[in-house]
């Protein structure tokens, strides 16, 4: 069972609209959690990173929460571009596993015009 | 700003034969991370190397061996290859002293088994 669980799958916005991204994870003893941009075929590109006692980080108009009590992070996406258009990645790295990174199964975005 | 350097891109072979990625990282880096990400999949940590010596192994196939030289670039080695093996090949790299131990990862290389 993937300890990254990410939700909806797949979402299709409209261009110039607004959208929340979900990440529950059950990894532990946690360390911090990033989120990655990755266009088909390339590779992730880091958005975010946040530790635990951070609850919220922009990046432009990516802005990430995070509660690690409740273990959920989201991230938002402010006015949507066409170029927003990729696969989400909400990544987690654990304390004790050093480096090695737990993946969500992305969410991908669809911005049409 | 230098980023992780993957070569070849792409690249083509045929069953049982061998294929050598590589990878260099952001210099002043220190760690480099592979990852296999088959398609509609996420990517699967296979193996890390800290200053040269392995210092994680996720689920690299025995088929598979990997090196980090005095330069820190990386190698990874596939043998006998396997339909299975056609995948997206990201190395990642990061320095241990930097913010996070933040990995920053390669264009990818797409490795594709005829």
């Known amino acids: 069972k993937n300890q990254v669980e990410q939700s909806p799958q797949s979402l299709i916005i409209l261009e110039g609209k607004n959208c929340t991204l979900q990440?529950?994870?059950?990894?532990?003893?946690?360390?911090?959690l990033r989120w990655y941009k990755q266009d088909t075929g390339r590779g992730p590109v880091s958005l975010t990173i946040m530790t635990f006692s951070e609850n919220t980080k922009s990046n432009g108009r990516y802005t990430a929460t995070l509660d690690a009590d409740t273990k959920q992070s989201s991230l938002h996406i402010t006015a949507s571009q066409l170029s927003d258009s990729a696969s989400y990645i909400c990544?987690?790295?654990?304390?004790?596993?050093?480096?090695?990174?737990?993946f969500g199964a992305g969410t991908q975005v669809v911005v049409t015009p | 700003a230098a980023g992780v350097i993957q070569s070849p891109r792409h690249l083509i072979k045929e069953k049982r034969e061998t294929a050598t990625l590589k990878c260099y990282p952001i210099?002043?880096?220190?760690?480099v991370y592979w990852y296999q990400q088959g398609p509609g999949q996420d990517p699967q940590f296979l193996i890390s190397?800290?200053?040269?010596?392995?210092?994680d192994k996720g689920s690299i196939p025995d088929r598979f061996s990997a090196q980090q030289f005095s330069d820190y670039h990386s190698e990874l080695n596939m043998s006998s290859l396997e339909l299975g093996d056609s995948a997206l090949y990201f190395c990642a790299s990061s320095q241990t002293s930097g913010a996070y131990n933040e990995q920053f990862f390669g264009p990818g290389t797409r490795l594709t088994v005829l």
């Open positions: 990544v987690v790295s654990t304390t004790d596993s050093w480096g090695k990174l737990q």
């Open positions: 210099p002043r880096h220190d760690t």
């Open positions: 990440c529950n994870y059950t990894v532990s003893p946690f360390s911090n």
């Open positions: 190397f800290y200053e040269k010596m392995q210092s």
